[in-house]
């Protein structure tokens, strides 16, 4: 030990006397990993679940690229360009629109965290997961939650939203548009307008449909929309969509107390992403190559058109609903009009386990399909995004 | 507008009649955006600033792989993989040890989120930049923040920490092993034994230092410690490291609220990272190129061994300081044994503003080095990490 300690400072020399010491009067306890050793390496798999999907090749491409700057010049010029993208795909002339540094939940939180304050009334459309999820943030925030329960499969009317805002006075509606886990496509026309006539702001989750289905946010009266980027945008997760009308954008900025969230104020990360007229500061580091392939992936649909799109989607929809339902097998989502062009649940026939069904996909063809999520779990499979 | 709702409705089939009525009674009023149609193109820069650093080839190219699904048992392969890198890294047996999926501050907030409930008293070092932004996050939260502020250049002594342990009795204490504002290798033998004499827990900020300057998370008693990917590591940003002693451990299981945050909530992270004995249950979409990069950064660390690269830091570090030295420049920080190896600070000349010597090593070499961060801000040029 001292030995040890002698060698060391004389190979650094004085002026590291305390991190000798530190070497000195301590051992490596833990081992390299033996797992470490063998290389990484990848299966091939098509993944026709309700998400991630299979990466484009150019954004693929995107993803393998050395790293610059969270403050070079190249890279607020790709945020723009992204902030652009995002604008053209939500359909939005919104100013106060970015990315954000995390997954799509990140985002639902990035939108809570920054519309509620304690004590606000929220009122949570729920006809699956994701509704569950938004009640349990709002939760934790300290707001008072007032959800509307539908079952996997139903949506919510127009009737139906007018009753809760007349009844709990929200400063805040949640709705999902594409609710992944029982396959429904939540229609969103005259929710704003009547969201506005009860002086509540209407946030909707476009994680699973954005890109596949129509929306325009600013003419559908959408406050706050947020989306994923690893669904229709063919990105890596790790990045998602975001935007605030004026109205939501000022309900944020004279709101009382900061949200709990530095990492996701939107204050700092508008500055960040060039939304006000300061000079950008440091945040938080961005994920750099992720936003490289977030901008390629909006790249590419802004090519295709989003009207092109959106007919891809349904056509194909169209396609593998007829093919199911000439095998037989009966559709989760009853109305027709109400099925999500990405996710296509199907009620798991009698007699099977869903598992045994996902898994022989899985194990023969190496395509992932999987079973239902959170309330719809064991009822329905679902297959989607390609 | 009836005519193309009418033609919609018949390419359509009735069943998407809802869908036809929203793209007849809507307009897409904002177009592709120009910009995106330029292909993306990215400079080739050393980048030797504070971080994000230049990728490595290996873990480039693992961030180029395909997408495969978040819950495929290749990836929680992966991810187990991660875990015992971590725990490598980090010299540390805790079980509780997991990537997060955002940045740096992510992991600072994760680790905050979860220790600090409301009223909770809560101890700063502050030194630079990264003390305040724990106690920004911990006001947040609602704890009781008692800053220890330090002029940019020092550091925290035992005496000092034992001084604000007694008066403030902490339940958690902040420290920066590597203030990479200022350029500050914060000391931490014995922090950790005297925390738990004041029944307080130490949580360190290893993100500018790991794998350059010796930690040792178990023998030093360091009961929560998280790092970035950006750093020595060479992995893209998005994602961090995080570990949790036992007895952090229990301060979080044992907690009478919910964290704010669901995106960060440690018992669900816990279970989808397999850290307890549950099946893992579907959470959120973990970066999952990102995973396959800090898989292979810390893969490669684990060939290099923890000894070696940090005497490569140290060595690199002397030398750079003599040659600097050679040039008459200053050194920010005085006492040498206090200086970080992966940071190194320079006194801006008298009679240069740094802008116009950061800017022309980048114009004529597109190398990044930087200006100072938060109160060493005009100070002190940064160059580190390569
Ligand atoms: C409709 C919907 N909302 C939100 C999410 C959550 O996104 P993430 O898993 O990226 O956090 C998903 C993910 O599948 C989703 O389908
Ligand atoms: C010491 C230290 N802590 C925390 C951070 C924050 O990390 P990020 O920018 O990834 O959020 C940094 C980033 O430079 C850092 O150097």
Redesign the pocket.
Known sequence: MLRALAMASVALGPQAAGWARTMASHQLLVAPPEALRKPLSIPNRLLLG???ANLAPRVLAAGGLQVIGHMHKEMYQIMDEIKQGIQYVFQTRNPLTLAIS???????EAALFNLLEPGDSFLVGVN???GQ?AADIGERIGARVHMMVKDPGGHHTLREVEEGLAQHKPVLLFL??????SGVLQPLNGYGELCHRYKCLLLV?????LGAVPIYMDQQGIDVLYS????VLNAP?GT?LLSFSDKAKNKIYTRKTKPFSFYLDIKWLANFWGCDDQPRMYHHTTPITGLYSLRESLALIAEQGLEDSWRQHRETMAYLHGRLQGLGLRLFVKDPALRLPT?TTVAVPAGYNWRDITNYVMDHFDIEITGG?GPSMGKAILSGLD
Chains 1, 2 share one sequence.
């Open positions: 309700p998400g991630p995390g997954s799509g939940h990140c985002a639902l699956g997961i994701w999820r999902t548009q594409g609710e992944s886990s989750d476009s994680v699973a449909s994923g980027s690893q669904k997760p998602s996710i999520l």
